[in-house]
Every structure is written in structure tokens, then in C-alpha cells.
């Protein structure tokens, strides 16, 4: 099984925000263990639009991130590749807690980095999602 996960390169942990991550770690297993991994820059997608196809074309059959949109989570679907969000902590340590069964994450984890009135609401999304602002919205930070 192929397993992808959003990752920030400087501190080795999945990215909180699929759609910002700059890049992925994808792990090849076997047998329950980790055969080998590598880092893919995810500027070499083509942009937002293009990261389900091209995790699909590196084989991936699973996705371990912090948050996603709705887009995100449909676009995934649609090839294949099952999600999980809601994640953190150190990347590599999150795919051995996948496979062995035990990885915290939430299912229900959704992102919306708009207002209601289609305003970006200027957070830079590195952080967890469904932060609530008090005013009735929510955006990742």
C-alpha cells in the first residue's frame, strides 16, 4: 500500500491544510511496515486542482492530512484514495500508527477558508482547521 501524508519539510510533521501543503512524504509498505519513502515537492502538481490526480499517479492509495475542503475531499474520492484527515504530530510516526491501526485522526475534519460572502478570511491555513472566530465562521490557521 501506498500512503501519503501532507508534510511541512522544516519540522518533519503532516501539514495542517492539504491545499497549502508544499509538500507530501509517500510511503511504500508492505507486510505493515514502512519499505521506503520519499518527499515529492507538490509545485510539481501543476496547482491545487492537480494534487488528487497526481498523488493517484504515484500510487497512492491513502492520505493522512491535518485539514481539507470539501473540493479536496470529493477530488480525492473521485480517484480513489482514501482520507484521513484531522491528524498532527511527526509524519512518518502517523503512517506506522495507520498501519497498525491506531492513528488519531477525525473523519469529520473539514477546512473553509472563506466567509460566507466568498472573502478570504487572511489566515496562511498552517495550522488546524475548524477554528471558530466567533462570528459565525470558520477557517483554518
Known sequence: MTIAV???R????VFGHFGRTEYFLIC????GKIVSSEVVSAAETGGHSALAPFL???GVEALIAGGMGMGARNA?????????PGAEGD????VKAFLDGTLDYNPDTTCSHHHE???SCGHHHEGGCSHSHGDGHHCCH
Open 117 to 119: 460572502d466568498g472573502e
Open 76 to 84: 480525492l474520492d473521485a480517484v480513489g484514495i482514501k482520507v484521513y
Open 10 to 13: 522544516p519540522t518533519g510533521t
Open 28 to 31: 511504500h509498505t508492505e507486510d
Open 6 to 8: 501532507t508534510y511541512d
Open 56 to 58: 493517484k499517479e504515484k
Open 91 to 94: 509524519a512518518e510516526e502517523a
